[in-house]
């Protein structure tokens, strides 16, 4: 039984089948399904059915993708596993109340993806900044290191948890926004949606001479991390595009002035 249809469990670039395979099992166990692949390094493979035991249906259907970008693009939460805090950080999130917003998104029918990075050195700081909340699972200092299929069973179970709590409020302090769940004109925009404005903005901020991308500064990690926390809607997007579009049109209608400009530079 899929409990969680609208929610995916992403591994990116797995090294071993095995895992693949004992995170099948442990995403059934937990009652999800949705299984999706990001350039795994040996799938299909025969250990990834072995060690799915009675999950191996999961393992047969997964979605294997070529890119991150790609497993998450119709997605309007996204969220990252990783035992590491990263010199900017995303907004921070423990297993139980990342259990709780994703019951809560998911009740409204967001589609959400929570990716786990590889099993030696975990998520790339490009591929935990597509999301909206990154996830530490806490461990004993002692020893730290979690295998893959142990992360994706903490956290699986703690959605079910969350799921399992029926329509009670949660409390104010996981609240999900307003926006993001209840009455809202709009629906969210998707990560797709999101990246093509984000790849919009960089070429136009570089056009008007805002952004050098070879001394940037983080300027456009900062930006997405300013939209990803602001989550826009699907009309929002649309209106900031507009802006972008209407500033290349200045520039396309003034070419002297352009010239101008670089010359300065």
């Not at 909206?132 to 699986?156: D, F, G, K, R």
């Amino acid at each position: 039984m899929n409990s969680f249809p609208n929610v995916r469990i992403v591994l990116i670039e797995t090294t071993h089948p095995g895992n693949i395979g004992a995170s099948a099992r442990a995403m059934k166990n937990m009652g999800f399904a949705s299984l999706y692949l990001v350039s795994p390094r040996q799938f299909p493979h025969e250990k990834a059915i072995w060690r799915a035991a009675s999950a191996d249906d999961l393992v047969k259907q997964a979605v294997v993708c070529s890119s991150v970008e790609e497993a998450i693009k119709d997605c309007r939460l996204v969220i990252g596993t990783s035992a590491r805090e990263r010199r900017i950080p995303v907004p921070l999130l423990n297993p139980r109340t990342c259990g709780e917003r994703v019951v809560a998104e998911a009740r409204v029918g967001h589609e959400i993806a929570v990716l786990f990075g590889r099993e030696s050195r975990g998520m790339k700081n490009e591929e935990l900044q597509l999301c909206h909340y990154h996830v530490n699972i806490p461990t004993s200092e002692a020893y730290s290191s979690l295998n893959l299929a142990m992360a994706v069973q903490i956290i699986c179970y703690e959605i079910l948890c969350a799921g399992l709590i029926g329509d009670t409020p949660l409390q104010t302090t996981t609240q999900v926004e307003d926006k993001d769940t209840h009455g809202w004109d709009m629906p969210l925009a998707t990560a797709e949606e999101v990246g093509y404005f984000f790849e919009h903005m960089e070429q136009t901020l570089e056009a008007i001479g805002f952004h050098d991308p070879a001394n940037p500064r983080q300027l456009m990690t900062r930006l997405r991390r300013l939209f990803n926390r602001i989550r826009p809607d699907q009309m929002e997007i649309s209106i900031l595009r507009g802006i972008l579009s209407a500033v290349d049109q200045l520039r396309a209608d003034n070419p002297e002035r352009n010239a101008e400009e670089m010359e300065e530079r």
